[in-house]
Structure formats: C-alpha cells, structure tokens
C-alpha cells in the first residue's frame, strides 16, 4: 500500500458504542493529523502529532482520544459521541510538522 | 494573525469555460501556498503549489501564481472538463511561526455538460 490509508471507509456507531478509527502512512512522514469534516463547515484540526508526541489538541472533546504509538500510526478512539459528531474523519500527515500534507480518503461516520 | 480567504461558493460553470477561484493570504513570515482538491467521498489532494514569490504552481491544466504584492494564490483553468467537479481548497504553511498549516474554507465547483 501506498500513501495514507483510512479504516474503515465507513462507520456506523450509536451513542453508547466505543469505536476507534485507524490512519496509517507510508510516506515515512513524521507529522500526522486529524480533521474534521461536516457539511457546510470549514475543514477543522483536531490534534497534530510530531515525531509521536502530540503537538496540538483543538479544543477537542474528550469522547475523541487520539493514539500515536509510532511515526507511521494514527488512531482516534471514540467514546459516547453525539449525534453532531458524525462528520468525514480525515488523517494527513507531512514529512515534518508544517509541510505540505498527505490526506487520507477519510473515514465516513454516522454517530446514531 | 495567519489565514487564508477564498471565494466564496458554490460556483458553476459550463463546460470549456474559464475558471477563476480567488484566494488571499494573511501571513507573518514567508509562507508555502498550495491548492487541494477534494472529489466527491474523497479526501483531500495536492493539486499544485508554490514556495516563494513569483512561484507559477501548475498540475492537470491548472495554474496559480504567488503574487506577494497582492498577497494573492488564485486557481485558474482555460477550459474547465465536467471531471474537474470538486471542492478546491487554498492553503498556506508557516514555517516561522511553529510550523502552522492553515486551510481555507473550500469552493465547491460545478462543471455542467
């Protein structure tokens, strides 16, 4: 595989349910990344890792718990979401943190 | 502080018609300047970019220009093809100041046949 990978593609989940999503990249990139995607909303940054630490946390949430356990992994456990989570959940990462960036084809959620 | 302004949308356009999608920038430092697209259950793509003034990105037919003078990145093509339909996403990076990356908030784009 090549690139940045996403599983799964899509997500159903209910409110009580735990869930996590996984990003992978084979770019040999140090820098990774969760977006936030909704409908007729701009593109929001939740966290940024850097060389696995995690670098940046936008006000996000505790029911999303980011998990970096090395340069090429990315997961984002989910706990007793919300209806208005559901959104497109987007990974990316960039050689270094700030570069031109990498997306994965995101992972579809419906929170019900 | 850092941002980047694009037009707003939706935009539609008629096949084999001239695309415009304006983008200014806001910028401490000397920032890279890229353009993403996003088709239709996709994530997002690196469609061009541009690292300093002057800089002409171009991929697939479509240019944009760094123009420091004008703080300006617009997203042009001749002649725009129905597959062109997508979200474009103007993007700025700052090295100086903590390695930020800043996206604007999209452009949705319509070819009709």
């Known amino acids: 595989e090549t690139g940045v990978t996403q599983t799964p593609r899509h997500l159903v989940m209910g409110m009580t349910n735990k869930k996590s999503l996984k990003c992978e990249q084979h770019l040999g990139h140090n820098a990774m990344y969760w977006y936030k995607q909704s409908a007729k909303k701009p593109l929001e940054l939740m966290f940024v890792?850097?060389?696995?630490?995690?670098?940046e946390n936008n006000s996000v949430p505790s029911r999303f718990s980011p998990e970096c356990p090395n340069s090429s992994h990315l997961f984002l456990h989910l706990h007793t979401l919300q209806p208005e989570d559901s959104a497109l959940y987007l990974c990316?990462?960039?050689?270094?943190?700030?570069?031109?960036?990498?997306f994965g084809p995101g992972t579809r959620l419906t929170v019900t | 502080g850092d941002s980047v302004t694009q037009m707003e949308g939706p935009v539609t356009l008629s096949e084999e018609a001239f695309l415009t999608i304006n983008c200014t920038y806001t910028?401490?430092?000397?920032?890279?300047l890229f353009w993403y697209v996003q088709y239709p259950g996709e994530g997002l793509q690196l469609l061009l970019k541009a690292t300093k003034a002057d800089d002409k990105g171009s991929n697939k037919g479509f240019e944009a220009t760094y123009r420091k003078e004008t703080t300006s990145f617009h997203l042009e093509k001749g002649s725009v093809q129905v597959s062109d339909s997508a979200v474009y996403f103007c993007?700025?990076?700052?090295?100086?100041?903590?390695?930020?990356?800043?996206f604007g908030t999209g452009t949705s784009l319509t070819v009709i046949p």
């Open positions: 993007a700025l990076s700052i090295r100086a100041t903590g390695n930020q990356f800043y």
């Open positions: 910028a401490t430092g000397y920032p890279s």
């Open positions: 990316a990462s960039s050689q270094d943190q700030g570069g031109e960036q990498y």
């Open positions: 890792y850097n060389f696995k630490e995690q670098t």
